[in-house]
């Protein structure tokens, strides 16, 4: 049972990346699934959220830029990640009741 991130990377301010996070051994469809972010020498702190519904929910900082979506044919969830901005930059999780091991974003 595991989740792996990608897609992480180093892009300019303004720019866009997506992350994915693909399941293995278990089935996302059943599980409400979290993208988690923890910059250096902070705390982590919620990214987004989408339900076993296809309900999304996200942080007010993230609000109208970023966009969490799953594609439950691929067991995989994404982050769509536009409008970047410095204090974007961060270790990206995507978690259920397993984490994965991250993947990191730098804006700069």
């Known amino acids: 049972v595991q989740l792996v991130e990608s897609g992480g990377g180093f892009v300019q301010p303004g720019g866009s990346l997506r992350l994915s996070c693909a399941a293995s051994g278990f089935r996302l469809s059943n599980y409400a699934m979290n993208w988690v972010r923890q910059a250096p020498g902070k705390e982590r702190e919620g990214v987004a959220t989408?339900?076993?519904?296809?309900?999304?929910s996200y942080a007010e900082y993230v609000k109208g830029r970023f966009t969490i979506s799953r594609d439950n044919a691929k067991n995989t969830v994404y982050l769509l990640m536009n409008s970047l901005k410095t204090e974007d930059t961060a270790v990206y999780y995507c978690?259920?009741?397993?984490w994965g091991q991250g993947t990191q974003v730098t804006v700069s």
């Open positions: 989408i339900g076993i519904d296809g309900i999304t």
């Open positions: 978690a259920t009741a397993v």
